[in-house]
């Protein structure tokens, strides 16, 4: 059965600096999203991204946060400079095209900002 | 905006007793219903979705789920509880009528199930 992937499961950072967190989204899908849950706290959506642009955002994705499909089968969440509060496991998830597809989730990273 | 309420924090129930897991949710439109399930350092998995028609949905593993829309509720059942089911459990809703694909989770109940 198809999966999403996730790399890496776990990603020490100093905070100022940028991560890049990577999925592969499920093969024929063409929805894509970016969720987080701090530890103990809800799963937060973030971004969803279709036919190579965000079609929808939180406010918790600011100016820090970008996305992007560099190539047919990655999906990237860049955050630019890290703050403690970044802290948190993220979450890739994809689906279908219409409006009841389910969306799967990937395994997710952690990241962690010291 | 829409919301979802998950008033117990952990549910325990005996190995083999039916089990139900709460779930109320707000939407200003008709809902998408979702349950997941969280084991231990994996992500989430799709147990069941309600999108129209029949109010009983059947999912993975045994479960299902009965939406309610006079109560605004979807709660996860299973008539007969096994030890690997001791997991973390998420209702998730979305609009029908917003066009928006954001899901928003509940803040999750943990099941114990007893030997």
């Known amino acids: 059965e198809p999966e999403v992937t996730q790399t890496p499961s776990h990603q020490v950072t100093q905070m100022g600096q940028e991560v890049i967190l990577r999925c592969v989204p499920i093969s024929n899908h063409l929805y894509f999203y970016w969720y987080r849950q701090i530890l103990g706290q809800k799963v937060e959506f973030l971004v969803s991204?279709?036919?190579?642009?965000?079609?929808?955002k939180s406010e918790i994705f600011d100016d820090q946060f970008s996305v992007e499909r560099p190539d047919g089968s990655n999906f990237t969440l860049k955050i630019r400079s890290t703050k403690l509060e970044d802290s948190a496991m993220y979450f890739c998830?994809?689906?279908?095209?219409?409006?009841?597809?389910?969306?799967?989730f990937g395994p997710g990273t952690r990241l962690t900002v010291l | 905006a829409q919301s979802v309420a998950q008033p117990e924090d952990q549910v325990n129930v005996a190995e083999g007793n039916p089990l139900t897991v709460k779930c109320t949710y707000s939407v200003s439109g008709n809902p998408y219903l979702f349950w997941y399930v969280q084991y231990p350092n994996r992500g989430l998995q799709f147990l069941l979705k309600y999108i129209t028609g029949d109010n009983l949905v059947k999912g993975s593993y045994g479960f299902e789920a009965e939406f309610n829309k006079s109560q605004t509720s979807f709660h996860l059942k299973k008539p007969s509880a096994l030890v690997s089911d001791s997991a973390l459990y998420f209702c998730a809703v979305r609009d029908q009528d917003t066009g928006r694909r954001a899901l928003t989770f509940g803040s999750g109940t943990r099941l114990q199930v007893q030997p």
């Open positions: 991204f279709y036919n190579n642009e965000i079609s929808e």
């Open positions: 998830a994809s689906s279908h095209r219409t409006g009841s597809d389910t969306q799967y």
